[in-house]
């Protein structure tokens, strides 16, 4: 065996938004020099982590059932006489039902918070003792990123970077204060290290990340700190997600028209068209300054593509304030979106709400709004067929000879071409759309270049 074959297998199931990707990829760092190398499935796994997400109802279920199944592969493993595994609960829903998952779970090892992470190895050795310390909750993001190397290993041409955390804005439907904690922003030199060392090892195109990313508070805020890292070399695309409207600046807007290498792709929740929920929500904007600041942002970006978040059936929402909510994405017409119906979870103030809707109302009105939403969608896709597009490409797609790549606008891009563009942006010739992809092909060999 080489020095560098891992001694221990290493299963990571995550769930939830990319700031649990983020996690899951710095927990297998901070576990490599443990000797945990990567495997996709938890049969013969010596340890696995489940990075949960508290965002949805039944999330914590979902968890349980989880647990069960591990807890019967443990003992089939041990019968078999194959090492014991290790089962480790991370993220929001070990923040939020830590002592819970013990109480119901004892084959639960470890219940780590998400800002705790970076104490895995230290955990993980006390609890090879003598069962020690088995639940790490700590509200400690900046000893969290103090104690994580910027020597990550990236999978591919893309990353997630993280850059704030936490939420102050007390939607009353997100239990996100209570399991992230208070807004909190690394600093510019951290997140231009770690971007420098990813570009350093390939990868062409970064997403910064945070529960309001555009709330990022190093110097020259969000707008500045995109300004630093386009002029790293070999980082050619930046994204953000996710924001919030009440972040919006005018300088951040102002990118938007001026720094190429930021993508014209935005997603900028809203919730709800009817001011009346907002306010219920706590959302801290209206449906009008909404559609202002939407004005805004394509005066200065005229392409933008705009993608939001909606939910629908939040506790005394009537009829016309969703059709409020139709009329808004009429008049914005989004290139992608996410909507949900409103969920109750435990210990925010929606779920003690008068005026609960009725699901079989949700199911209907989340159907009409999908409906809107995917028209628009494919609308969006349609209007690229016949354009030239930038495209990186990421991976082979499933076909033989065929690459996958993403538009500026964040669209999957079918194209036949040759392994060695993969890491290459290229400009495709749009010929086809359907409502989650396009395909093309390329529209010079003059540009083709080894990666």
């Given at each position: 065996?080489?020095?560098?074959?891992?001694?221990?297998?290493?299963?990571?199931?995550?769930?939830?938004?990319?700031?649990?990707?983020?996690?899951?990829?710095?927990?297998?760092?901070?576990?490599?020099?443990?000797?945990?190398?990567?495997?996709?499935?938890?049969?013969?796994?010596?340890?696995?982590?489940?990075?949960?997400?508290?965002?949805?109802?039944?999330?914590?279920?979902?968890?349980?059932?989880?647990?069960?199944?591990?807890?019967?592969?443990?003992?089939?493993?041990?019968?078999?006489?194959?090492?014991?595994?290790?089962?480790?609960?991370?993220?929001?829903?070990?923040?939020?039902?830590?002592?819970?998952?013990?109480?119901?779970?004892?084959?639960?090892?470890?219940?780590?918070?998400?800002?705790?992470?970076?104490?895995?190895?230290?955990?993980?050795?006390?609890?090879?003792?003598?069962?020690?310390?088995?639940?790490?909750?700590?509200?400690?993001?900046?000893?969290?990123?103090?104690?994580l190397s910027t020597a990550r290993r990236p999978t591919?041409?893309?990353?997630?970077?993280?850059?704030?955390?936490?939420?102050?804005?007390?939607?009353?439907?997100?239990?996100?204060?209570?399991?992230?904690?208070?807004?909190?922003?690394?600093?510019?030199?951290?997140?231009?290290?770690?971007?420098?060392?990813?570009?350093?090892?390939?990868?062409?195109?970064?997403?910064?990340?945070?529960?309001?990313?555009?709330?990022?508070?190093?110097?020259?805020?969000?707008?500045?700190?995109?300004?630093?890292?386009?002029?790293?070399?070999?980082?050619?695309?930046?994204?953000?997600?996710?924001?919030?409207?009440?972040?919006?600046?005018?300088?951040?807007?102002?990118?938007?028209?001026?720094?190429?290498?930021?993508?014209?792709?935005?997603?900028?929740p809203v919730q709800s068209g009817s001011d009346r929920?907002?306010?219920?929500m706590n959302r801290a904007h209206t449906a009008e300054?909404?559609?202002?600041?939407?004005?805004?942002?394509?005066?200065?970006?005229?392409?933008?593509?705009?993608?939001?978040?909606?939910?629908?059936?939040?506790?005394?929402?009537?009829?016309?304030?969703?059709?409020?909510?139709?009329?808004?994405?009429?008049?914005?017409?989004?290139?992608?979106?996410?909507?949900?119906?409103?969920?109750?979870?435990?210990?925010?103030?929606?779920?003690?709400?008068?005026?609960?809707?009725?699901?079989?109302?949700?199911?209907?009105?989340?159907?009409?709004?999908?409906?809107?939403?995917?028209?628009?969608?494919?609308?969006?896709?349609?209007?690229?067929?016949?354009?030239?597009?930038?495209?990186?490409?990421?991976?082979?797609?499933?076909?033989?000879?065929?690459?996958?790549?993403?538009?500026?606008?964040?669209?999957?891009?079918?194209?036949?071409?040759?392994?060695?563009?993969?890491?290459?942006?290229?400009?495709?010739?749009?010929?086809?759309?359907?409502?989650?992809?396009?395909?093309?092909?390329?529209?010079?060999?003059?540009?083709?270049?080894?990666?």
């Amino acid at each position: 065996m080489s020095e560098t074959a891992p001694r221990k297998r290493l299963y990571i199931k995550t769930y939830g938004c990319q700031m649990n990707v983020y996690d899951s990829e710095r927990m297998a760092d901070v576990l490599s020099p443990l000797g945990y190398g990567m495997t996709d499935s938890p049969e013969g796994a010596d340890l696995v982590v489940l990075n949960t997400c508290h965002i949805r109802e039944k999330a914590t279920e979902k968890v349980y059932s989880e647990l069960g199944k591990l807890k019967e592969l443990r003992q089939e493993q041990a019968e078999a006489g194959g090492p014991r595994l290790g089962i480790v609960v991370a993220g929001c829903v070990a923040q939020a039902e830590g002592e819970e998952i013990m109480r119901r779970q004892p084959a639960v090892d470890l219940v780590v918070g998400p800002q705790a992470y970076h104490q895995l190895p230290e955990l993980i050795a006390r609890a090879h003792r003598a069962r020690g310390e088995r639940l790490a909750a700590d509200f400690a993001p900046e000893e969290k990123f103090d104690a994580l190397s910027t020597a990550r290993r990236p999978t591919g041409v893309t990353a997630f970077l993280t850059v704030q955390e936490g939420c102050d804005k007390f939607c009353t439907f997100c239990v996100v204060p209570y399991t992230r904690g208070g807004e909190w922003s690394r600093s510019v030199e951290a997140v231009e290290a770690e971007a420098r060392a990813l570009a350093e090892k390939g990868v062409r195109e970064v997403t910064l990340l945070g529960q309001n990313v555009n709330a990022y508070t190093g110097e020259g805020g969000l707008a500045g700190l995109v300004r630093r890292l386009a002029k790293i070399p070999g980082l050619d695309r930046i994204r953000y997600t996710t924001s919030h409207p009440r972040d919006m600046d005018e300088a951040l807007i102002a990118a938007h028209g001026e720094v190429e290498e930021l993508m014209p792709y935005l997603h900028l929740p809203v919730q709800s068209g009817s001011d009346r929920i907002l306010r219920a929500m706590n959302r801290a904007h209206t449906a009008e300054s909404y559609l202002r600041l939407i004005e805004k942002i394509r005066a200065a970006r005229p392409d933008i593509a705009i993608s939001g978040d909606f939910i629908v059936g939040f506790p005394g929402e009537r009829d016309a304030d969703f059709e409020a909510t139709l009329q808004l994405v009429r008049e914005v017409g989004h290139a992608g979106a996410f909507s949900f119906k409103y969920s109750r979870r435990p210990g925010t103030p929606a779920a003690a709400m008068p005026g609960q809707v009725a699901e079989e109302v949700k199911d209907e009105r989340l159907a009409r709004l999908n409906a809107l939403l995917e028209e628009q969608q494919m609308a969006f896709n349609a209007a690229q067929t016949g354009k030239d597009l930038p495209v990186l490409f990421e991976k082979r797609g499933r076909h033989p000879g065929q690459l996958i790549g993403r538009s500026p606008y964040l669209q999957s891009v079918h194209v036949s071409a040759p392994d060695r563009l993969i890491g290459q942006i290229v400009t495709v010739k749009i010929e086809d759309a359907a409502r989650n992809s396009l395909a093309g092909a390329l529209a010079s060999t003059g540009e083709l270049e080894p990666a």
